[in-house]
Every structure is written in C-alpha cells, then in structure tokens.
C-alpha cells in the first residue's frame, strides 16, 4: 500500500511538472514585421496592431546590414525619432530582445532617416495570464533591455520535457 500512495504522488507530481513547464514553454517568438522582417517597406504600426505580446514572449528583428535597432527610453523620444539617447543598440541582423515586464518598449532602426521614414514599433507587452490585444493598457516599464543574437524555442524545451518526464516515469515501473 506505502509503495503504492508513493507512486500515485510521484506521478501526480510529474503531472504538475510538466503543466508547469507547459505553460513556461507558451511564450511566443514574434519576428517583426512578419515574413519581411526589419525593413523600410513595413507598416509596423499594422503589424504590432495584430499581434498580442506577453511577458516571456521574444522579438526577433531580422535585418540586413544596413538597418540596426535601437531602442529608446521614452515615447517623446520615439516620437521625435531621438536616436542619440538610445537605452540598447542591435546591429547584429538578427537580434532578440525578451520582453521581460508589462508596459511598453520602442525602438528604431539607427540608420539616418530610416525612423522617420516610419521604420519604428512601439510594443505594449501585457502579463502572461492576459488574453488581451496588443493595444491593451498597461503601465508603461522602465525595463532594463535585455538582447541576445540567440534564440530558444519554448516548444522545444517543452518536448524535451515531456521525453524526459516519459523516460523517468518508464524508469520507476
């Protein structure tokens, strides 16, 4: 019977594991801009206005070299295409920027005159329970950027998981 009540809680706690990994693995990736990526032939406001972006969720700007992204500090200064007071520059083609905290984030692409020309995307990260759009409120963040050229797949992790989880549970009986 001990041997038993043992097991039902080791496999009640692996059921556990692994929704709580499930829902780790949810984040999305969002490239921006879609299929074409960085460039200046995108309407970023239009992209962004389909997309709802989550805590844990990542984007990814592709780009050639003649683009950067720069991210800046303030509305006033995305607004004015202030580059000179950027919090994060990315000029590696294909930089990743976790959205770590609700609120909202700009950025620009650095090359003279391309911020004006419209390349610019203002992001409104909600909470990773909310199921709102994009264009939901939420308090703005003076979150620390955080970018990387690398990038996980969340679905990955979570298969792995689930293999893990199988073989660990095949091992116990």
């Known amino acids: 019977m001990a041997r038993s009540a043992y097991n039902m809680l080791l496999i009640v706690g692996c059921v556990g594991m692994l929704l709580m990994l499930s829902k780790q693995g949810s984040a999305e990736q969002h ?6 990526g960085w460039d200046e032939s995108t309407d970023y406001d239009s992209w962004a206005s389909g997309q709802t972006f989550k805590v844990g969720d990542t984007l990814v700007f ?4 003649m683009h950067s992204v720069a991210e800046l500090g303030s509305e006033s200064e ?3 295409c202030d580059l000179g007071t950027a919090t994060n520059s990315m000029s590696d083609g294909n930089s990743v920027v976790k959205l770590t905290k609700e609120g909202t984030r700009y950025f620009a692409c650095g090359t003279p005159g391309h911020c004006d020309s419209g390349m610019k995307v203002k992001i409104t990260t909600v909470s990773a329970s909310s199921s709102g759009s994009s264009s939901s409120s939420a308090t703005p963040s003076s979150a620390t950027p955080t970018a990387t050229s690398t990038s996980t797949s969340g679905a ?3 298969s792995g998981s689930f293999a893990f989880m199988g073989a660990f549970l095949a091992l116990l009986f």
């Open 31 to 36: 490239v921006v801009g879609g299929k074409q």
């Open 62 to 65: 592709k780009y050639s070299p």
């Open 78 to 80: 995305y607004k004015k």
């Open 156 to 158: 990955t992790c979570v």
